[in-house]
């Protein structure tokens, strides 16, 4: 049918991270996202986890070498690459699992239900910045760099805004088309 539903997930468990365990996850997103390469062996070696490229890997779910912020799709290169880690190194993602910090299996478990979700619905958010957003607020950045941060991605937003409407100007039957296929019932 095409009557309106109430879906409730359950993500499973949940629990309260420390101070100290959130500003290092939010200080290992930002060094993902900002491709800080340095910051994040860092960060990595304070966890014990010697591949910092796998972490981030994992923590994007994406192949972290071949990363974008504002990518919105893999390509077929990236999806080979996905395919590899996980079938030639997913021992190593056990051990970098066992490392961290049990509550960072949460965190992980609720990224891939937020990746999925995001993903059923047409990938609406580019979720990376988003998380980045919220995460640079919490980080150790100094102040100038967390303001200069969120100023430079609040322009990538607005600029991906502004590209959207002038393709809606330009080719409005491009939008028609995916609005159509955007109705329910």
Known sequence: THKPQLVILDHGLYVELSD?????L?????AIVERDDERLIEICKSMNVANYNLLASVFLQYPYKNFSTFQATATSGDLELMRYQAREEMHNVTEILDLMPPEYALVLRNLVTVRATNKEVGNPVCRTALLYKYAIRDSTLPFYRVW???ARLHYQEWMSDLQMAYLKWWRPEMFEVVDDMLKIG
């Open 148 to 150: 200069w941060s969120l």
């Open 20 to 24: 100290e365990k959130r500003v290092k």
């Open 26 to 30: 939010a200080n290992l997103w930002c």
